[in-house]
């Protein structure tokens, strides 16, 4: 009788695993935002009449010609790996929601730390470097294992001859530290030794175990109004399992529904930049 209640637990277990992923895509795809200004205003507030700051700082990295130059260096010379769009790619379709919450984002609200898991090429570490370059203030602190073909999610190696990050210039790398290790070991370590963090961004080990693991570890250390961004939300039910538990709006960007963002809910600060007359400050 025990056996039969084990495998008879294990086959529900297994179906309702299945629904609530299927519910969970349904969910993504009904509340994604097309609106690029309304989607960052779901986790930022009284974001309207920043559209002139939005479109001026995407003119910024779209423009940015040491960045550009690097990434068709690699892609012409390592097209064949993981993640090598195109530079109209990276600013179109899904890879937009990447330049929307790492770059925009953080160019109006002006973080001073950021941690960042996972890295590969660095393209997503560059994006945060670059906004906290013309912000002029704040450091971006990633924890990243050399892809390994087989390990976690990867399908490829990272070629002996290149390092994590190889896509971020030399002039933004003063604001960075890279930290090559397990982020199990070297995430607890860092966010002790800073205390508090403005902005999180996950994008290691995308298991269901993992991904709560480093939310709920983050999540104490998150200022208020701090936000917690991620990608690969769709592997599994984790980050909305965490928004809700947490009570937390979340902000899925219609191109990409795999992508999505979440605030601590608290005071949020929109710092002074172009078109904006004030410092705003936001009570969700």
Not at 172 to 179: C, D, Q, V
Not at 188 to 193: D, K, S
């Amino acid at each position: 009788m025990k056996v039969w209640r084990s495998i008879l637990a294990g086959a529900f277990n297994c179906w309702f695993s299945r629904m609530k992923e299927k519910i969970w895509k349904g969910i993504r795809q009904s509340e994604a935002i097309s609106d690029e200004i309304d989607c960052l205003r779901r986790i930022v507030p009284l974001l309207s009449g920043q559209k002139e700051a939005v479109r001026q700082y995407l003119e910024e990295i779209e423009t940015a010609q040491e960045i550009r130059e690097r990434v068709e260096y690699y892609v012409e010379h390592y097209g064949y790996l993981p993640f090598s769009w195109s530079w109209h790619q990276r600013f179109h379709g899904k890879q937009f929601s990447r330049v929307l919450f790492l770059y925009l984002l953080l160019r109006l609200i002006r973080p001073e730390n950021v941690i960042e898991t996972g890295c590969f090429s660095g393209w997503t570490s560059t994006l945060i470097l670059y906004a906290l370059h013309r912000n002029e203030k704040g450091h971006l602190w990633t924890i990243d294992l050399p892809a390994q073909a087989g390990r976690f999610s990867m399908d490829a190696s990272l070629p002996q001859e290149l390092t994590p990050g190889f896509l971020v210039p030399d002039m933004l790398r003063p604001r960075w530290t890279l930290i090559i290790g397990d982020t199990r070991e070297h995430l607890p370590p860092l966010l002790h030794r800073l205390e508090n963090i403005d902005v999180f961004y996950h994008d290691s080990d995308h298991t269901y175990e993992h991904m709560m693991w480093e939310y709920t570890t983050v999540w104490p250390y998150l200022r208020q109004g701090g936000i917690l961004i991620s990608d690969d939300i769709g592997a599994n039910t984790a980050f909305w399992d965490f928004a809700v538990a947490m009570g937390c709006p979340m902000a899925i960007p219609a191109v990409n529904p795999n992508f999505g963002a979440i605030s601590k809910m608290g005071e949020m600060y929109i710092q002074k930049g172009p078109e904006m007359s004030n410092i705003v400050s936001v009570s969700p």
